[in-house]
């Protein structure tokens, strides 16, 4: 069985960081494009980061670009997302998101070209 698994969320105040972990079991992920999302109350899940199956290409939400930093470690079938400066805002709950069969240096940044979904954890941010 396919399942992705998130953990690492918590309760921090404002400028804190968390590092939000995503663990792949049921086949290997090492050719997939690998992503983070978020939904926060009343709010639609956005794109907050994604990693090429390569490692090559990562992209980043412009609300998170110099705060949060994406990786993936192929042998442990993660990827993790470093948060840092952390702000109300980013209060949410993050899912995890594999896409497979995508050129090397492809991230797509819409929930349907996703193929599988953690169950999500969540952030909250207080000020």
């Given at each position: 069985q396919v399942q992705l698994v998130?953990?690492?969320?918590?309760?921090?105040?404002?400028g804190d960081s968390l590092r939000l972990s995503c663990v792949a079991s049921g086949r290997s992920f090492s050719s997939d494009a690998m992503s983070w999302f978020r939904q926060a109350p009343g709010?639609?899940?956005?794109?907050?980061a994604g990693i090429s199956w390569s490692g090559g290409r990562i992209y980043y939400a412009d609300s998170v670009k110099g705060r949060f930093t994406i990786s993936r470690d192929y042998a442990k079938n993660t990827v993790y997302l470093q948060m840092n400066s952390?702000?109300?805002?980013?209060t949410a709950v993050y899912y995890c998101a594999a896409d497979s069969g995508r050129p090397w240096s492809f991230v797509a940044r819409g929930m349907?070209?996703?193929d599988y979904w953690g169950q999500g954890t969540q952030v909250t941010v207080s000020s």
């Amino acid at each position: 069985q396919v399942q992705l698994v998130e953990s690492g969320g918590g309760l921090v105040q404002a400028g804190d960081s968390l590092r939000l972990s995503c663990v792949a079991s049921g086949r290997s992920f090492s050719s997939d494009a690998m992503s983070w999302f978020r939904q926060a109350p009343g709010k639609e899940r956005e794109f907050v980061a994604g990693i090429s199956w390569s490692g090559g290409r990562i992209y980043y939400a412009d609300s998170v670009k110099g705060r949060f930093t994406i990786s993936r470690d192929y042998a442990k079938n993660t990827v993790y997302l470093q948060m840092n400066s952390l702000k109300p805002e980013d209060t949410a709950v993050y899912y995890c998101a594999a896409d497979s069969g995508r050129p090397w240096s492809f991230v797509a940044r819409g929930m349907a070209d996703y193929d599988y979904w953690g169950q999500g954890t969540q952030v909250t941010v207080s000020s």
